[in-house]
């Protein structure tokens, strides 16, 4: 009996002392089971003038991905916002003014266009003579005609 009790007592002080003494060992590296290539496209919209009102506490935007609805809430000296689509995605935006006592506007008109990359690459650069050299063709090898 006093064996037993005296192993148990042992696994207990392993216990203990392990989860006091020793930190937990260190995870695993993370590993990558998916990938796919994703071409974001990110948008700046334009805000309009905010109204003549002392008391316009806020503008809150509505951005509707293809149905999914997520929302904002901008100050009122806030020019311009920006949101990131995948392409081929519809967009609406709407915008509501919201008063300090908590009063909201009819919503403006909305922004409806579908996310597409139609914006072609700059034009490159002009190009420029680098060098200019005199040849004598006397010495060269023979000439093709």
């Given at each position: 009996?006093?064996?037993?009790?005296?192993?148990?007592?042992?696994?207990?002080?392993?216990?203990?002392?392990?989860?006091?003494?020793?930190?937990?060992?260190?995870?695993?590296?993370?590993?990558i089971s998916d990938q796919?290539?994703?071409n974001v496209l990110r948008y700046t919209i334009n805000m309009p003038p905010a109204p003549a009102i002392s008391d316009l506490g806020s503008r809150e935007v509505t951005i509707d991905l293809d149905g999914v609805q997520s929302g904002m809430s901008l100050k009122p000296t806030d020019t311009t916002f920006q949101?990131?689509?995948?392409?081929?995605?519809?967009?609406?935006?709407?915008?509501?003014?919201?008063d300090t006592s908590g009063n909201k506007s009819a919503p403006g008109p909305a922004l409806t266009f579908l996310s597409v990359d139609n914006i072609p690459p700059p034009v490159p650069g002009g190009m420029s003579v680098a060098l200019v050299e005199q040849i004598d063709t006397t010495t060269a090898g023979p000439s093709r005609k």
């Open positions: 009996m006093f064996i037993r009790w005296l192993r148990r007592l042992i696994r207990w002080l392993r216990r203990v002392f392990r989860w006091q003494v020793f930190p937990p060992p260190q995870p695993g590296p993370f590993t796919k290539e994703v949101f990131d689509c995948d392409r081929g995605v519809n967009v609406t935006l709407t915008m509501v003014d919201v």
